[in-house]
């Protein structure tokens, strides 16, 4: 059965902290992770992941995958107020999502 | 700008009522999902659809029926509404093929009582 795990399921922070999201998966058929960010109302796509070892950064946001130990992490550094959300990490193809990570900025 | 749109943002149904939620989008895209998404289990996802008439169940099918009668739109069927299924509904749509991202309606929250 495939399935996508995230950890941890909740995370309260700091302004200026760093923090490093998790992603793991068995998927059969695997071609890429994708990372979305969740605030109120729909998931909004972050980053696509296909290749092991290549760094994506975007901002303070950054995401790099392992496809030999399957798994991806989002880095968030200086994080701030506006980065509270719930992060999803998702397998192209069905599609399968992790349950999430959601993330407590406070100032 | 690639649109995704479900038909109510928020819903209330009675046990027991056939419930449609409807999801359309307006960029050609082959690939229709549906997901509920729970408190602390993320998105799950209910069923998908690479091609008119074609559906796939996905993990928790249970309760839910599908239909795609044109490209553009598919949807969830409740055919008969518990208290269980109170949730937000998520739809999503993707081109065919690889590395392609989701594009998301805005949810209907689901609340059956």
């Known amino acids: 059965e495939d399935k996508v795990v995230q950890s941890p399921l909740s995370l309260v922070v700091h302004e200026g902290d760093t923090v490093t999201l998790n992603c793991s998966y068995e998927?059969?058929?695997?071609?890429?992770l994708l990372w979305y960010k969740q605030e109120k109302k729909a998931p909004t796509f972050l980053f696509m992941l296909?290749?092991?070892?290549i760094e994506k950064k975007s901002g303070r946001l950054s995401s790099i995958l392992d496809k030999k130990e399957l798994f991806s992490i989002l880095n968030i550094t200086a994080t701030q107020t506006g980065d509270s959300a719930i992060y999803l990490c998702?397998?192209?193809?069905?599609?399968?999502f992790g349950t999430g990570t959601r993330l407590k900025v406070l100032a | 700008d690639v649109k995704v749109t479900q038909s109510s943002r928020y819903l209330v149904k009675r046990t027991g009522e056939k419930v449609f939620l409807e999801c359309v989008q307006d960029?050609?895209?082959?690939?229709m999902f549906w997901y509920r998404q729970d408190p602390g289990l993320g998105l799950r996802l209910i069923y998908f659809?690479?091609?008119?008439?074609?559906?796939e169940k996905g993990d928790i099918p249970e309760g839910y029926s599908v239909s795609r009668e044109k490209k553009e739109r598919f949807s969830l069927i409740l055919e008969s509404a518990s208290t269980n299924q109170t949730s937000m509904y998520l739809c999503?749509?993707?081109?065919?093929?690889?590395?392609?991202?989701?594009?998301f309606g805005q949810g209907t929250r689901l609340t059956v009582v």
């Open positions: 998927v059969t058929n695997f071609r890429s």
């Open positions: 999503a749509s993707t081109f065919g093929g690889a590395y392609t991202e989701a594009f």
């Open positions: 998702a397998a192209d193809g069905k599609y399968i």
């Open positions: 960029m050609d895209h082959e690939n």
């Open positions: 659809s690479y091609d008119v008439k074609m559906k």
């Open positions: 296909t290749s092991s070892g």
